[in-house]
């Protein structure tokens, strides 16, 4: 049972280096979840009526991570500066390896602190209350996340509305 060419409304594609490809496709009566590795595919049909159309929003800042790396980074330009200075003598070459070592460690934190910091749009089931699938906020754009996340969200309230589903997962 193929859907129609009429049914497919909207499509969001996210991709990233490195993470699966998400491909969200809104449907007539349904969500259309497709997850792509370089191995392996699965797809799967969410019915709106399962889906709760008050969508939470999690932000995450690799703050951590960003101190870290800032505090390596001047230890590295402290220790740069105390091996120029005359105290140091014969130890020189050590106060550069220790600033060399610290200056790559605090990169490798401020490049783990910007993959941390992310933005996600989560969509929780109605009879669980369990997150169902989430969108990362930057994928494509946000622009065209947040209005995806619009025309689902209407999508939804007018499948509920339909089945008269309407406020009574609280209960």
């Excluded at 699965?42 to 800032?70: C, K, M, T």
């Excluded at 906020?137 to 939804?156: C, N, Q």
Aim: with cysteine.
């Amino acid at each position: 049972m193929y859907p129609s060419p009429k049914s497919l409304l909207m499509k969001l594609i996210q991709k990233a280096p490195f993470l699966p490809t998400f491909e969200f496709t809104v449907r007539d009566h349904s969500l259309h979840v497709k997850r792509s590795t370089r191995t392996a595919s699965h797809s799967v049909e969410v019915p709106f009526a399962d889906i709760n159309p008050l969508a939470a929003e999690h932000q995450n800042r690799g703050l951590g991570w960003y101190v870290i790396g800032a505090a390596l980074i001047a230890l590295g330009f402290g220790l740069l500066g105390l091996s120029y200075a005359v105290v140091a003598g014969d130890d020189s070459m050590g106060l550069w390896f220790g600033a060399f070592l610290a200056e790559i460690t605090g990169l490798v934190c401020l490049a783990e602190a910007k993959k941390e910091t992310f933005s996600h749009i989560v969509f929780n089931s109605i009879s669980t209350g369990r997150a169902l699938f989430h969108f990362h906020e930057t994928l494509p754009t946000p622009v065209h996340v947040r209005e995806f996340v619009e025309i689902l969200k209407e999508k939804i309230e007018a499948e509920t509305d339909e089945l008269g589903y309407r406020d009574h997962w609280r209960d």
